[in-house]
């Protein structure tokens, strides 16, 4: 995946670390939040089986809930797809809901909005329960729940987190 073009949707100035790669450290839930937890920003960049890229930036941090989940307010979240099935420009999609920005959610890796907008679920790579119902929470140009990965249910190849360098 190719981050330079990742992170000119964010803050230019920042750099990133990688700090979790679905492929290498596993897609479980729980590995992603022992890994990702608790760093004030990050940026999730999501590559399907179909070729499609997607991801989305959160300023506010995960964390393992033990419950039922728990919603976490923003207005400087977004999500993004590169690569697209519809042959669009890369695109960014703002929040449109701040209260719904990002869910934490113990069996559930990076979910961004109430609809959700962008949801990776445990063992995302063996299971199509991985979605999207963009514009929820998220809205822009050509924004509908097949814009980030070409369907509204999808399994996913990796997946990975940054995090701003000499962070946490």
């Not at 999609?93 to 909005?113: C, E, N, V």
Request: hydrophobic share 30%; with cysteine.
């Amino acid at each position: 995946m190719n981050a330079a073009t990742i992170f000119r949707f964010g803050d230019t100035h920042q750099e990133w670390q990688l700090i979790y790669k679905a492929t290498k450290d596993g897609f479980s839930s729980q590995t992603f939040h022992e890994k990702c937890d608790d760093f004030p920003k990050t940026f999730t960049v999501v590559e399907g089986y179909n070729g499609c890229i997607c991801g989305g930036y959160s300023d506010v941090p995960w964390k393992y809930d033990n419950g039922s989940g728990k919603y976490s307010q923003s207005s400087s979240c977004f999500l993004f797809n590169l690569v697209n099935s519809k042959d669009l420009a890369p695109t960014r999609f703002d929040i449109i809901r701040p209260k719904y920005a990002t869910l934490s959610h113990t069996s559930l890796g990076p979910t961004f909005g109430a609809g959700p907008d962008l949801s990776i679920a445990h063992d995302c790579n063996v299971n199509t329960d991985s979605g999207s119902r963009l514009s929820h929470s998220y809205g822009g140009e050509h924004g509908s729940p097949t814009s980030l990965m070409g369907a509204a249910e999808f399994k996913i190849a990796d997946y990975e987190v940054f995090a701003p360098k000499e962070c946490k």
